[in-house]
């Protein structure tokens, strides 16, 4: 069984590069795609966080597996239900968020909460199509003693979801799920918050 720190040591390896492909991408493929008219993600998507973040997850997801093989890392994308990755020979479930909030550590649809314990969270902060600051870990859910970490559900005032979104988020007690990669943990008053890294160039 491969350890989540070896699954660490293996994704900060490969994440630098993956990145790197991501932005050359969507430099290339959002001019392509608009005919020329925009060349980010700001001028494509402006303030829509969801939508840039679901296009991203799009190339971030090969540029991973990409970045893995010319490294040399054992990572073959999946994209199955319930988890994106095998990463050592261990099923992970690939969580990106963009944005400099550091309350929680991934946010998903409610289809798409994982069927795994192994989660590869990673938080972008974004600027056009450069990505400067990070923060990257390893959660395994498996490890939880806290009812309060996992995934919570915003319900509204109606009793509706929040819009069918969920929180990722880890109570002060479990630390012992993170295996951080990128950027550093800090305690609360109840839950872990997340500190971003600045990757350098």
């Known amino acids: 069984m491969t350890s989540n720190t070896q699954l660490a040591d293996a994704l900060f390896r490969i994440i630098p590069q993956a990145i790197d492909l991501s932005t050359k991408r969507l430099?290339?493929?959002?001019?392509?795609?608009?005919?020329?008219?925009?060349?980010?993600?700001?001028?494509?998507?402006?303030?829509?966080?969801?939508?840039?973040?679901?296009?991203l997850a799009n190339i971030f997801n090969p540029a991973l597996e990409d970045?893995?093989?010319?490294?040399?890392?054992?990572?073959?994308?999946?994209?199955?239900?319930?988890?994106?990755?095998?990463?050592?020979?261990?099923?992970?479930?690939?969580k990106l968020t963009l944005g400099s909030s550091t309350s929680s550590f991934a946010t998903g649809n409610n289809h798409s909460k994982t069927k795994v314990d192994k989660i590869f969270v990673c938080k972008l902060v974004q600027t056009g199509n450069e990505f400067p600051e990070i923060f990257a870990a390893i959660v395994d859910l498996s490890l939880a003693q806290n009812p309060a970490t996992g995934w919570t559900d915003s319900v509204t005032k109606t009793g509706k979801n929040n819009n069918g979104f969920s929180t990722l988020k880890i109570h002060k007690e479990d630390a012992i799920c993170i295996t951080p990669i990128y950027g550093k943990i800090r305690k609360t008053t109840k839950f872990i918050h997340t500190e971003y890294e600045t990757l350098s160039k």
């Open 27 to 55: 430099q290339k493929g959002l001019s392509i795609i608009s005919g020329g008219r925009f060349n980010d993600l700001d001028e494509y998507f402006g303030d829509n966080t969801v939508d840039k973040t679901k296009l």
């Open 67 to 94: 970045a893995a093989k010319q490294l040399g890392v054992d990572y073959i994308t999946e994209e199955t239900v319930g988890y994106d990755a095998i990463l050592l020979d261990e099923e992970i479930e690939n």
